[in-house]
């Protein structure tokens, strides 16, 4: 079992033993995308990992870390993200991808799985943090023209909301 006696669990226990697998950064990049988008995002897939998914996301970007550190040299772990592409190439794309969004839903999905796709370790901080702080600002003024135009209940509907009313 896991060391942290606070949270000992058998699911924390079966992702050790998957992470402690990972022997190459390909299968470490493929399964820390595969897990943040099936259990981390506001359009996660599942929510069976609720109380755990920040520890075993942890865990998995720690071992992406190291496999990224072992395998690149030092111009490609700060120039490349761990997909072995040009990292800024890849913000430059996402940004025009940006700038082209015609809403504010189309915005919001592009700045979700830019954060799914390329949050560090998979894009070096440095890179990612600028194109994070750009695509934030633009999804803010997409989002917030005309954002009280709408009524509280109009909004809901837009967005699909389900408002439960505890008894």
């Known amino acids: 079992m896991s060391k942290n006696l606070v949270h000992d669990n058998a699911k924390r226990d079966e992702w050790l033993q998957k992470i402690g697998a ?36 942890l865990k998995l970007e720690e071992k992406v870390a190291l496999l990224k550190h072992k395998e690149f040299d030092d111009a490609k772990f700060l120039n490349s993200t761990a997909f072995g592409t040009d990292a800024q190439k890849e913000a430059d794309a996402v940004i025009a991808e940006m700038n082209a969004a015609k809403n504010k839903y189309e915005a919001e999905k592009i700045h979700i799985n830019f ?53």
């Open 22 to 57: 990972l022997n190459t950064l390909a299968k470490g990049v493929e399964a820390l995308v595969d897990f943040r988008l099936k259990y981390t995002t506001p359009l996660r897939q599942s929510y069976d990992l609720e109380l755990d998914w920040g520890w075993i996301e």
């Open 115 to 167: 954060r799914s796709k390329f949050k560090p370790p998979i894009m070096p901080v440095n890179v990612f943090q600028d194109t994070d702080r750009i695509l934030g600002t633009r999804l803010m003024e997409i989002r917030n023209t005309g954002y009280y135009d709408l009524d509280l209940p109009a909004l809901r509907r837009e967005r699909g909301v389900n408002v439960v009313v505890a008894n």
